[in-house]
């Protein structure tokens, strides 16, 4: 009778194993896949890619009597014997002069590469890098991409953790949908009207009546017919709702500090990403904020724009107010509070101070929304009249509304969107470059 008890150890290393210096003038073993061939002749360098990075290993004539360098594809994925030397000039400061290759696996019979993935920086259109997604996500640029979404998830979850939240799982098919009006997907499930969540709203709000303070990380999906360079039809959102507050100003400040500490983790963890990437990021220590009324006034009058929408934040009007507080605060982000009332779903507090507007925010960073939040309503009867007020049919609502009947605390919370973040954090011009597989009004595949 045999038994697994864990993980063997395997013979094969990884980068890590080796930069520390301690293996250099001894026999390594590690595999990866050919990124390229350099065939200088008398000798043949062979770059192997790793999810750390890449590798550079040197192959000698007569090194390996019984190998035809000749007959080494790239792609091919390989595992490979060698002495480890110091080389500044290498990836990662190291080369391995091989003295042994076995071919694990080779691309189709007469395959060449669609694009030139070895390229430092692949010089093709988006449309070409999406179809080929799963070729074209091998190029080292592409995968230091999502390495730092990778990162920032990671500050996303350490640091709620950190703040006594709890992870939730909620679900993406439901019976209603969360944000009101036409655009969501619609299903049939089995017989019954169904639909894919728009968002956890309902849901992480009935959490914080347990836990007090949740979080999620999933996919969200908005049925809109638009193609623009900022939005999806399927994104991830990062969610947290926090019960008890005394403001909606503390879901801000937890959002500041949430984004402090995950950009310190990235600066930490991800330095080699953001070198490939040539990102500087952002000083976060401080954010400032200013009333929605406020900042359509500010950029009215230094750009000279009339205000054309007094109710909402025209694109244009977002990036003039980014514009504002980087030139004036030097701040590449900005909280726009009190968005009013008519523009803000039903569960959105109104502002006792002028219910004209409500107790929510948006997070501006280089002039694009990437987050939106706020204050809840929390009191059962509020709840319903602002539905009736609405044109709503509260009976249509009675699982969400049982939260609110049988008591909640004040609470508010707020959505990420992950891929319009990395999107400005790494100055990239379409939501499509920040997402592994994108879906659109026209992208189904790959």
């Known amino acids: 009778m045999e ?174 949908n969360a944000e009101g009006g036409a655009n969501v997907f619609k299903l049939e499930y089995f017989g019954k009207k169904a639909f894919l969540a728009q968002s956890p709203q309902f849901y992480k709000q009935t959490m914080v009546g347990i836990y007090d303070r949740v979080f999620e990380v999933a996919p969200v999906f908005r049925a809109e017919k638009h193609n623009t360079t900022r939005h999806l039809n399927e994104y991830t959102s990062m969610d947290f709702e926090m019960g008890y507050i005394e403001s909606f100003e503390e879901i801000m400040e937890m959002e500041q500090a949430m984004l402090l500490y995950t950009f310190e983790l990235l600066k930490r963890e991800y330095e080699k990403e953001l070198k490939i990437l040539n990102i500087e990021l952002p000083d976060i220590t401080k954010i400032p904020a200013v009333r929605f009324d406020e900042a359509k006034r500010l950029v009215s009058e230094k750009y000279n724009r009339k205000i054309k929408n007094p109710y909402d934040l025209e694109p244009e009007e977002e990036v003039l107010i980014g514009k504002y507080f980087e030139e004036e605060y030097g701040s590449d982000f900005v909280f726009v509070t009190h968005y009013p009332s008519k523009k803000r779903p039903f569960y959105a507090m109104d502002d006792p101070k002028d219910p004209k507007y409500t107790l929510s925010f948006d997070l501006l960073f280089k002039g694009m929304e990437i987050t939106t939040g706020g204050q809840r309503i929390h009191q059962y009867d509020e709840q319903v009249d602002k539905m009736v007020v609405r044109g709503m049919d509260p009976e249509d609502f009675t699982n969400y509304l049982m939260i609110h009947k049988h008591g909640m605390p004040p609470h508010g919370g707020l959505g990420i969107g992950l891929e319009r973040l990395t999107m400005r954090l790494l100055n990239e011009s379409n939501v499509r470059e920040t997402t592994l597989f994108p879906r659109d009004v026209s992208k189904l595949e790959p």
């Open 3 to 176: 038994f697994v008890t864990g993980i063997k150890e395997k013979e094969t290393i990884n980068i890590a194993d080796i930069i520390s210096g301690e293996r250099y003038g001894s026999t390594v073993k590690l595999n990866g896949a050919v990124h390229t061939i350099r065939d200088m002749s008398e000798f043949a360098f062979v770059v192997l890619r790793k999810s750390e990075g890449l590798v550079q290993c040197v192959f000698e004539d007569g090194r390996l009597a019984d190998f035809n360098i000749k007959s080494l594809r790239e792609e091919s994925t390989v595992e490979v014997e060698g002495i480890v030397h110091k080389e500044d000039r290498a990836p990662n400061g190291f080369e391995i002069l091989l003295t042994k290759i076995i071919v694990l696996s080779e691309p189709a019979k007469e395959t060449t590469m669609p694009i030139p993935i070895s390229k430092w920086k692949l010089n093709t259109s988006l449309e070409t890098k999406l179809a080929l997604r799963p070729v074209s996500l091998r190029n080292i640029r592409e995968r230091a991409i999502f390495k730092i979404q990778e990162g920032l998830v990671r500050g996303f979850r350490d640091f709620l953790f950190a703040q006594n939240f709890t992870e939730v799982r909620t679900p993406k098919i439901v019976a209603g």
